[in-house]
C-alpha cells in the first residue's frame, strides 16, 4: 500500500516555489498518495495532478496583533486535524507558513521543508531568526535548492550539513515544448515580439530580482541597437517602479511590463536570450526553464545559484567584477539593489551587465555557442533523477 504524503504550499498563484510544489505534488503521485495542501484560496494558476485541499485562508491578509495570532491558530488546527486524520508519513513543506506549521504539528509523521533562498538574505531580525532555528531543528530533514543555500543554514543556523540535502528543480521539457505548442500570444504582444531580437525575463517584480537594473543597462544597448527589445513577465510591488523608469528612460517601444504569465514558455520560445538580475537567489529556476527553451543567458552571479548553473565546475566562493564569459552562460557582476531614476548614471555593475547584453547582440559566434551550451545544459535536470532524489530523502 502506498504511503500518504502531504505537500503544504501558500498558494498556486505566481510564485516559484508554488509551482515546483504542484509539479512535485503530480510527480509524486506515482509512488505515493499524495495531498497538496494549499493555505489560501482556490485560485490556481499551476496545475496539479496531486488531490488539492485548499484552507481557504488568504496568506495577504493575515492582520496584526490577535487577529494574526488567531490566523496562524487556526490555520494549526487545520493542519494537526488533517495529519491525525489521514496519517501522513511524511509532510514536505514550501515558504515560510507552511514550515512554521509543518513544525509545530511534527509529533505526527517525517517533516521535510524545502529552502528555496539565501534564508539569511531574505529573513531579518533576530526574533525570526530564532524562530528559523527552532523550525530548522524540528525537521527531520531539509532539502536546499543550492550548494550555497546549504552553505548558509550550517554557517547562519547551525544546522548539522547530514541534515541537509542538495536537489535542484525539475525541469520537464516535454511539458515546457508542449506549452509552447499550445500557447497563444496576444496579437498586439505577438507583433512586438516577432520583431527584431526580444531579451526576456520571468520572475515576481521584487526587491529581490531587481529589474530596475536590467531595464537600465538594457536602454543603453537600445540607444545603440535600435532593434533591440525587453520584455518583462511577472507582477510584482515594483511594477509601478519599473514602469515609471521605463517612461522615464523614453524606452515604451523597447522595454515592456508584460504582467504575469500563467504560460512564460511561449515567450520564452519566442525570445533572443534571457536575462537574469537578482541580488540573490536560492538557485534561479528561471534560468533552468530558460535553458530547455534554448535560450542563452545572461545572470547576475548572485548568492546562490547563477554560478551554480552556468560554471558548475568553479568555486562558489568566486567573486567577479567583469564578466565572466562561463561555461554555459554569461555572469555579471551582482548589482547593489539600490533604486535609481534613469537620469542617474549606470554603475559599474550595471555597465557590465550592459557590456554582457552587447556581447550577445554584436557577437554571433558567442551567440551561437551559448544557446547550444544552454540546452546541454538544460538537460542535466531530467525528471527521473530529481524526482528519485526526493524520494531518497522521504524514505530515510
Same mark, same amino acid.
Given at each position: ?14 510564485? #516559484? ?23 489560501? #484560496? ?20 493575515? #492582520? ?10 487556526? =490555520? ?20 515560510? $507558513? ?5 513544525? =509545530?504539528?511534527?509529533?505526527? #509523521? ?36 543550492? $550548494? ?25 521539457? $516535454? ?119 534554448? =535560450? ?79 540546452? $546541454? ?20
Amino acid at each position: 500500500m502506498m504511503k500518504n504524503i502531504m505537500i503544504i504550499t501558500r498558494a498556486l498563484t505566481y510564485g #516559484g516555489a508554488e509551482r515546483v510544489a504542484a509539479s512535485l505534488a503530480s510527480y509524486l503521485t506515482a509512488y505515493y498518495n499524495v495531498d497538496l495542501v494549499v493555505i489560501d #484560496g482556490d485560485k490556481q494558476s499551476y496545475h496539479t495532478t496531486a488531490n488539492t485541499i485548499y484552507l481557504g485562508q488568504s496568506v495577504i491578509h493575515k #492582520g496584526k496583533g490577535i487577529n494574526r495570532i488567531l490566523w496562524f491558530v487556526n =490555520l494549526y488546527k487545520k493542519i494537526i486535524r488533517l495529519r491525525k486524520s489521514k496519517k501522513y508519513e511524511c509532510v514536505i513543506s514550501f515558504l515560510t $507558513e507552511p514550515e512554521l506549521m509543518n513544525a =509545530l504539528t511534527s509529533q505526527f #509523521g517525517k517533516s521535510i521543508t524545502s529552502i528555496r533562498n539565501v534564508r539569511s538574505s531574505v529573513v531579518c531580525g533576530r526574533i525570526k531568526k530564532i524562530r528559523d532555528k527552532w523550525v530548522f531543528f524540528k525537521m527531520d530533514g531539509i532539502v536546499s535548492l543550492s $550548494e550555497n543555500a546549504k552553505k548558509d543554514l550550517v554557517e547562519n543556523y547551525d544546522v548539522k550539513p547530514d541534515k541537509i540535502r542538495v536537489i535542484y528543480n525539475i525541469c520537464d521539457k $516535454e511539458y515546457i515544448w508542449d506549452e509552447i505548442s499550445k500557447g497563444i500570444i496576444e496579437n498586439d504582444i505577438s507583433e512586438w515580439l516577432g520583431s527584431g531580437k526580444v531579451f526576456v525575463t520571468t520572475g515576481r517584480l521584487s526587491e529581490q530580482k531587481a529589474q530596475w537594473h536590467m531595464i537600465r543597462a538594457f536602454a543603453g544597448v537600445a540607444k545603440k541597437h535600435p532593434d533591440v527589445k525587453l520584455a518583462i513577465l511577472g507582477r510584482g510591488e515594483q511594477e509601478e517602479y519599473l514602469s515609471n523608469l521605463i517612461g522615464e528612460l523614453d524606452m515604451a517601444e523597447q522595454i515592456r511590463v508584460l504582467g504575469f504569465k500563467s504560460n512564460p514558455y511561449i515567450y520564452l520560445s519566442k525570445a533572443y536570450c534571457f536575462l537574469f538580475s537578482s541580488v540573490f537567489e536560492g538557485l534561479g529556476n528561471s534560468i533552468v526553464e530558460a535553458m530547455a527553451c534554448g =535560450l542563452p543567458v545572461i545572470s547576475t552571479d548572485c548568492n546562490a545559484g547563477p554560478r551554480e548553473l552556468l560554471s558548475p565546475d568553479s568555486s562558489l566562493e568566486t567573486k567577479i567584477d567583469k564578466i565572466e564569459l562561463a561555461e554555459y552562460g554569461i555572469l555579471t557582476p551582482v548589482c547593489d539593489g539600490i533604486h535609481r531614476s534613469g537620469n542617474d548614471a549606470l554603475t559599474s555593475a550595471e555597465e557590465e551587465l550592459k557590456k554582457a547584453i552587447e556581447l550577445m547582440v554584436e557577437n554571433e559566434a558567442i551567440y551561437k555557442n551559448y544557446k547550444q551550451k544552454s540546452t $546541454e545544459r538544460g538537460e542535466q535536470f531530467d525528471i527521473e533523477s530529481i524526482v528519485n532524489q526526493w524520494i531518497s530523502v522521504i524514505e530515510q
